[in-house]
């Protein structure tokens, strides 16, 4: 069987976040600079995939720097640009392509209101490049899927790393941080060699399943609406995601044979919950599939992908992404579909949107 680039580029993750980390100097010379205007708020904007990025990034400028820090679609920031009080607010732009309109718009609505705004993008020369104060090259520039799959956790992890310099310059330290920081790389390689045959295995097992829930908490919810896109837009199957706990709230009402939820469980606070929660929906009939390190849980559940134990819980939502990218990829052969050109969908959009 041939392979499509959407696999080809979920294994070079791996090398993609060698290449930002070694361009740490880049992100904290930007920041540096920006950190003259001492910003109190910062907001993460971008379409779909980025989007979601954008998100995982805002959760972890908040939670873990104790930044104030949201994220938007870049729609909504373009219509109902946010109003604060809080001084020298800092806008993160983020689009594959640079070519979004809606992401362009909201760099220009942004600079309108005299915000400082950080484009990133795998095109410098591009219309977000041009409008952004400052830019920041994600180091993709040969995805060849129309898929976003390593431009999509590189773009999250330079979007960490911005609220990481800030959150130094304000004096938060975290040298655990720092040091699985450093091990992200090999982590995600070890993920590579540990998940691709349990995912290709799975996606045969469920291959006749046609809906699927994705379940995360935290930073882990925004990667499951991540792998919950991929899924879709490459399969065009039916699925949806949902904070863990959420799914009780309503959904659950749907659960029966016939339906896989896919659920990122690690060792967290969140973990007593969560085991709980999963025994109740593989009660209804539904195929419960974890993605987790956590051996007891793995050993509980047929279809589980199994994670390498010793991975740091602070970058489970983007180590959690391979395992997903390879499920849809996997799943989707499965079905006779080129996951590299979704039907319907281009490499960016473009649309008036002009505020």
Partial sequence: MNEYHMIREVREQSQAFSDILRSRSRIAEIVHE??????????????????YAAMIGAFYHEYMFGLDSRAFPSSEFVWYAPITNLPSPVVIALSRS?????????????????????????DLTSPLGQESEYSLDIGVKDEKSVIMTKSFTASTLVTILIGYEFAKLQGTVLKQFDSNLAQLPEDANRVIQTVEEQTKKTAETI????????????????????????????????????????VRHGPFAQLQKGIGVIAIVTEDQTIKQTETLLKQIAATGATVIPI??????????????????????EFTPILSMIPMQMLAYYYTLQHGVNPDVPRNLTRFVTTDIAS
């Fill in 34 to 51: 920006l950190a003259k205007k001492v910003p109190r708020s910062y907001y993460a904007v971008g379409c779909g995939s980025s989007y």
């Fill in 207 to 246: 291959s006749k399943i046609t809906r699927f829930i994705y379940l995360g908490s935290g930073g882990n919810y925004p990667a499951c609406l991540e792998g919950a896109l991929k899924l879709r837009e490459t399969s065009y199957t039916s699925s949806e995601a949902y904070h863990t706990l959420e």
């Fill in 98 to 122: 640079g070519r979004t309109s809606e992401t362009v718009e909201a760099a220009r609505k942004a600079k309108k209101l005299k915000l400082s705004v950080i484009g990133l993008t795998s």
């Fill in 292 to 313: 987790s390190n956590v051996p007891r849980v793995c050993d509980s559940y047929e279809q589980s992908i199994r994670m390498p134990e010793s991975l740091a819980v």
